[in-house]
């Protein structure tokens, strides 16, 4: 008897639970109850051995950072912000990065930008509710701190391809923008009737306006600019958050943070701002239908199909990676 009353407990059990799982099943996941919390959001069962990346500082000065890094010393030296004429062939490369006397000479600046933007990005955190640690990695990786535009030239045609601190592309911008309402809300004008996001003009306007170097400004970076330039960074990174949380209710029909935990969820976004929903979404399937239940990122990446989708993994262990020497231990 009491085995049977235990069996009939965990079927009703199964069944509650199966129930709420489906009573979480939106068409669109930014359309759930406002009683429950966003996946991006809810930082919940967040394993140890992630906090080094998803911990959140008391105060901008956890932030700080004394890393050498050679592009930005080099934008520094080609940009006239630092005079390096006393070092060989004036302090650079062929490639444009500082060598190791133009590095001993842009240093003092070197550490002075790359904590310039320690109050904007827990400012961001605050205010947009992206991983702060996670944020300034990110922008250690793609720009180094310079947030200026990437160019690339095609049949002697040059195309400025890439924007500001988070390298944002076009599409990524359209992406962002059609995913976080409150990012739409902070560029598009609620006065005209015109769809902004689909609109190259104004899609290309914002974008410039991520690129805050100037002539003549302090470390060649406009310090009024700074923290506007993190915070669109921060709404763009949550704007993809949302559309990989969509992908995961797409892959499984599942609610996500019943098949993902929060690292890992944040992990896919940063596998989906660099390749694309599609590798997102791929992995995703062919992990579940191994799984048929809650996936590890460790599961996920056994699963990657292509050298883009592999890129895409990789950029997401080094953003997350053991980077800085932040607390806690």
């Given amino acids: 008897m009491p085995n049977k009353t235990c069996t009939v407990f965990l079927f009703l059990f199964a069944f509650f639970l199966t129930g709420s799982v489906n009573r979480f ?19 919940v069962n967040i394993p140890l051995d992630q906090l080094h990346w998803l911990y959140i500082p008391e105060d901008p000065d956890q932030l700080y950072s004394d890393e050498q890094y050679f ?22 490369m062929s490639n444009g990065y500082a060598n190791a006397c133009g590095m001993a000479t842009a240093s003092p600046a070197v550490i002075e930008i790359q904590n310039m933007v320690n109050a904007s990005v827990l400012q961001a955190w605050r205010e947009v509710g992206v991983p702060p640690v996670m944020l300034k ?38 992406n962002a923008l059609q995913w976080n309402r409150d990012l739409y809300a902070k560029i598009c004008s609620t006065s005209t009737q015109v ?40 709404e763009i990174l949550l704007g ?16 996500p943070s019943l098949v993902v935990d929060y690292a890992t969820l944040w992990k896919l976004t ?53 980077y800085y020497d932040f607390p806690p231990d």
């Avoid at 099943?25 to 996946?39: D, K, M």
């Avoid at 010393?73 to 940009?79: C, D, M, P, V, Y």
């Avoid at 990786?141 to 944002?168: A, C, L, V």
């Avoid at 993809?240 to 609610?255: E, G, K, M, P, R």
Wanted: charged fraction near 15%; aromatic fraction near 12%; proline fraction near 4%.
């Fill in 25 to 43: 099943r939106p068409v669109l996941i930014e359309n759930v109850s406002a009683q429950t919390i966003h996946p991006c959001l809810n930082r």
């Fill in 270 to 322: 940063l596998m989906n701002y660099t390749s694309g929903p599609d590798c997102v979404h791929n992995m995703l399937v062919n992990t579940f239908g191994v799984t048929e239940g809650p996936m590890s990122w460790e599961e996920i990446s056994a699963n990657v199909s292509d050298k883009n989708c592999e890129y895409g993994m990789n950029y997401a262990n080094v953003i997350t990676g053991r």
């Fill in 240 to 255: 993809h958050c949302y559309q990989t949380s969509q992908l995961v209710y797409n892959a499984t029909d599942w609610y």
């Fill in 137 to 174: 990695q990110m922008i250690r990786r793609e720009s180094q701190f310079w947030p200026s535009q990437f160019t690339y030239t095609t049949d002697e045609t040059e195309f400025i391809y890439e924007y500001g601190f988070g390298h944002i592309t076009y599409m990524g911008m359209q």
């Fill in 71 to 92: 592009f930005l010393a080099g934008q520094l030296i080609s940009n006239d912000v630092v005079d390096a004429s006393v070092c060989p062939a004036g302090g650079l």
């Fill in 195 to 234: 769809n902004c996001r689909e609109e190259e003009g104004i899609v290309n306007q914002f974008l410039g306006s991520l690129v805050v170097t100037c002539d003549g400004c302090p470390y060649g970076l406009d310090p009024d600019q700074v923290d506007y330039s993190v915070d669109i960074l921060a």
